[in-house]
């Protein structure tokens, strides 16, 4: 879902299909995708029993904007966070790292076309900021904006009774640095009548 009263578009370049991965193309300062939108390497093994992720263009005001959707892996078979052993055994973590590796790596081929290339990784990770993945993801030049958040208000999901961050907004730092507001909305985790588990993220650019 996107609006497109204020100038935001998005660039429909048609080919893909679950099965082929879109490319990074394009001449350098100029990158592109050759699919718009286009899946991000679902064959791989990091994506089995997985959501793939989605990779599209947009533009706006004459900039071109990169998003990258994911749902990584459920933490679903790790050991409980306050449970008996400790530490507890991170058994789906593996997994969503290299999820988060095959990301990054997209990430990186963007950037090597253009170090200022506006990037949003994005959607449930399932992991939390200071996690593993997350680490990857960071490390492929992209900042968390949950980190600009006081510690008591990351999270955005609660399961047995622990607040939890693991739906996050990643971008490039020329992105971070548009940043006009960050917040994440708690109309969900905290209430037995919610339309979602999750709260909704809402971040700001002044582009």
Do not use: C, M, W
Request: proline share 6%; net charge positive.
């Amino acid at each position: 879902l996107f609006r497109t009263d204020r100038g935001l578009r998005f660039v429909d370049r048609p080919g893909g299909n679950p099965n082929v991965s879109t490319r990074v193309v394009g001449e350098s300062r100029r990158p592109r995708l050759t699919f718009s939108p286009g899946r991000v390497e679902p064959t791989l093994s990091a994506f089995v029993s997985s959501r793939k992720p989605l990779a599209a263009e947009f533009t706006f005001r004459g900039q071109r904007l990169f998003v990258i959707a994911n749902h990584f892996g459920s933490k679903g078979g790790d050991q409980p966070l306050y449970g008996r052993f400790q530490p507890p055994k991170l058994v789906t973590e593996a997994k969503r790292a290299e999820q988060a590796r095959v990301v990054a790596g997209f990430v990186r081929e963007i950037f090597a076309k253009d170090q200022a290339a506006k990037v949003v990784v994005l959607g449930d990770l399932n992991d939390f900021e200071f996690s593993a993945p997350v680490r990857v993801l960071k490390d492929a030049g992209l900042v968390a904006l949950i980190e600009r958040l006081p510690t008591p208000e990351r999270y955005t999901y609660v399961f047995d009774g622990n607040s939890q961050s693991l739906d996050h907004i990643l971008v490039s730092r020329s992105l971070a640095s548009a940043l006009a507001s960050y917040d994440i909305v708690h109309i969900n985790s905290e209430f037995a009548d919610a339309a979602s588990d999750h709260d909704p993220t809402v971040a700001v650019f002044r582009l």
